[in-house]
């Protein structure tokens, strides 16, 4: 009886210990959490203010004083103003990407395929999927966030009309196969692909894999596609052969893909 | 009836939001108040649209990011005094954070449009801000006394 005794108490102990521990993390999440959102805001108020001024006062030079500058000055000027639109446009996808982290899930059923046919529409109205062909075959029902996967899938879709578009007959796939012992989601495009080799970078913040001159972008989309797919306990991988196109298979359980 | 008030803190948007007006050749008077306190002087005190003065602008433009008193709080008092309360307020503000946007809404602005980085867009969105609130909309009348 003196053991059981020694040994309820320990057990207790832990608990308590434990549960201590555990009530701490979280505090120090919802911590982290509210710092993450106070800086958002703080990117997106502070940092755009002084970038309109960058803009607005080079504008003003070329509009008022363009007549007294040379044709070397009025260029120094115009890349002022292409280089605070540019990072104008990274702020944006920056708070797109930590909107991503910091909302929380919805959880529903949905249908992948249809939130793809959805995006699609969208896209060929605009200018993005013009003159591409796109197949998108049936996928079991799953559950999801639905606003947080149709990011994914903007993405993914609008993406690929990208690397596309120098392609002769651009062609674009969704739908669900068996890779890798597993049922996965996939969007498929016959563009230009990209290497192998520097793989590892794709997925990274802000890392390109093509110049500006060749495709134009910020790197933000595939980082935020990670992020949601990881957020719903899945998994994405690429491939892709130069100038043969790109794979991206996904899943929204089973863990991180390598 | 046609004064502008413009509740401004950053001096280049002060004078960016100036020079679009004036390149869109919108002529109103444009009083300026640099934060929240001054906005309310002006409109409660002894300034430009004072109950002293007798006159009301037609239209507000509304940072939210001002020293001293905030936007939102400014907000809250137009809309709370018998006289200012149906004046048309559009919120101008770098920030497009959903909890601002509802807040603005929540306390009375009529309009919130976000300030974009791009002169050119900027301009033309002051140009149609003013096609609408001072040509096309109908000002209220004033509070009778």
Same mark, same amino acid.
């Given at each position: 009886?003196?053991?059981?005794?020694?040994?309820?108490?320990?057990?207790?102990?832990?608990?308590?210990?434990?549960?201590?521990?555990?009530?701490?993390?979280?505090?120090?999440?919802?911590?982290?959490?509210?710092?993450?959102?106070?800086?958002?805001?703080?990117?997106?108020?502070?940092?755009?203010?002084?970038?309109?001024?960058?803009?607005?006062?080079?504008?003003?030079?070329?509009?008022?004083?363009?007549?007294?500058?040379?044709?070397?000055?009025?260029?120094?000027?115009?890349?002022?103003?292409?280089?605070?639109?540019?990072?104008?446009?990274?702020?944006?996808?920056?708070?797109?990407?930590?909107?991503?982290?910091?909302?929380?899930?919805?959880?529903?059923?949905?249908?992948?395929?249809?939130?793809?046919?959805?995006?699609?529409?969208?896209?060929?109205?605009?200018?993005?999927?013009?003159?591409?062909?796109?197949?998108?075959?049936?996928?079991?029902?799953?559950?999801?966030?639905?606003?947080?996967?149709?990011?994914?899938?903007?993405?993914?879709?609008?993406?690929?009309?990208?690397?596309?578009?120098?392609?002769?007959?651009?062609?674009?796939?969704?739908?669900?196969?068996?890779?890798?012992?597993?049922?996965?989601?996939?969007?498929?495009?016959?563009?230009?692909?990209?290497?192998?080799?520097?793989?590892?970078?794709?997925?990274?913040?802000?890392?390109?894999?093509?110049?500006?001159?060749?495709?134009?972008?910020?790197?933000?989309?595939?980082?935020?596609?990670?992020?949601?797919?990881?957020?719903?306990?899945?998994?994405?991988?690429?491939?892709?052969?130069?100038?043969?196109?790109?794979?991206?298979?996904?899943?929204?359980?089973?863990?991180?893909?390598? | 009836?046609?004064?502008?008030?413009?509740?401004?803190?950053?001096?280049?948007?002060?004078?960016?939001?100036?020079?679009?007006?004036?390149?869109?050749?919108?002529?109103?008077?444009?009083?300026?108040?640099?934060?929240?306190?001054?906005?309310?002087?002006?409109?409660?005190?002894?300034?430009?649209?004072?109950?002293?003065?007798?006159?009301? =602008?037609?239209?507000?433009?509304?940072?939210?990011?001002?020293? *001293? /008193?905030? !936007? %939102?709080?400014? &907000?809250?008092?137009? $809309?709370?005094?018998?006289?200012?309360?149906?004046?048309?307020?559009?919120?101008?503000?770098?920030?497009?954070?959903?909890?601002?946007?509802?807040?603005?809404?929540?306390?009375?602005?009529?309009?919130?449009?976000?300030? =974009?980085?791009?002169?050119?867009?900027?301009?033309?969105?002051? *140009? /149609?801000? !003013? %096609?609408?609130? &001072?040509?096309?909309? $109908?000002?209220?009348?004033?509070?009778?006394?």
């Amino acid at each position: 009886m003196q053991t059981e005794t020694v040994t309820g108490t320990a057990t207790d102990e832990l608990n308590r210990e434990l549960e201590l521990r555990v009530a701490e993390r979280t505090q120090e999440l919802a911590v982290a959490v509210r710092e993450l959102e106070a800086f958002a805001y703080s990117v997106s108020h502070d940092l755009r203010t002084p970038l309109r001024a960058l803009d607005g006062f080079s504008q003003a030079l070329l509009e008022d004083y363009g007549d007294q500058l040379d044709e070397t000055g009025l260029d120094y000027l115009r890349r002022i103003r292409a280089g605070s639109q540019r990072m104008s446009v990274l702020i944006d996808d920056m708070l797109r990407l930590s909107r991503v982290s910091r909302s929380e899930m919805q959880l529903e059923p949905l249908d992948l395929a249809g939130i793809a046919r959805d995006v699609i529409a969208e896209l060929t109205a605009g200018d993005a999927g013009r003159g591409v062909t796109f197949v998108v075959t049936e996928t079991a029902p799953a559950t999801g966030d639905a606003r947080l996967l149709r990011i994914a899938l903007f993405n993914l879709l609008e993406n690929a009309c990208k690397f596309t578009r120098r392609t002769d007959s651009p062609r674009v796939e969704f739908g669900m196969k068996e890779k890798n012992g597993q049922m996965m989601y996939f969007v498929a495009d016959n563009g230009a692909g990209f290497d192998m080799a520097h793989a590892e970078r794709l997925f990274g913040a802000f890392q390109r894999l093509h110049r500006a001159d060749e495709f134009e972008g910020t790197g933000i989309g595939l980082a935020t596609v990670q992020r949601i797919v990881r957020r719903h306990g899945g998994g994405i991988l690429a491939e892709s052969t130069p100038g043969d196109g790109a794979r991206f298979h996904f899943t929204l359980s089973g863990g991180n893909l390598t | 009836m046609s004064g502008v008030l413009l509740i401004e803190d950053n001096p280049d948007d002060v004078e960016l939001t100036l020079r679009a007006f004036r390149k869109n050749n919108i002529a109103n008077d444009i009083v300026i108040a640099r934060d929240g306190q001054e906005a309310l002087d002006a409109l409660f005190g002894d300034g430009a649209f004072g109950p002293a003065s007798g006159e009301l =602008p037609s239209l507000l433009l509304l940072d939210l990011n001002l020293p *001293r /008193v905030s !936007g %939102l709080e400014v &907000l809250r008092r137009i $809309r709370g005094d018998q006289r200012t309360r149906l004046l048309p307020v559009v919120i101008l503000t770098s920030s497009d954070e959903e909890q601002d946007l509802i807040e603005g809404y929540s306390l009375g602005a009529n309009s919130y449009v976000r300030k =974009p980085v791009d002169f050119a867009e900027f301009a033309e969105g002051i *140009r /149609v801000l !003013g %096609l609408y609130w &001072l040509v096309l909309n $109908r000002a209220p009348p004033p509070v009778k006394a």
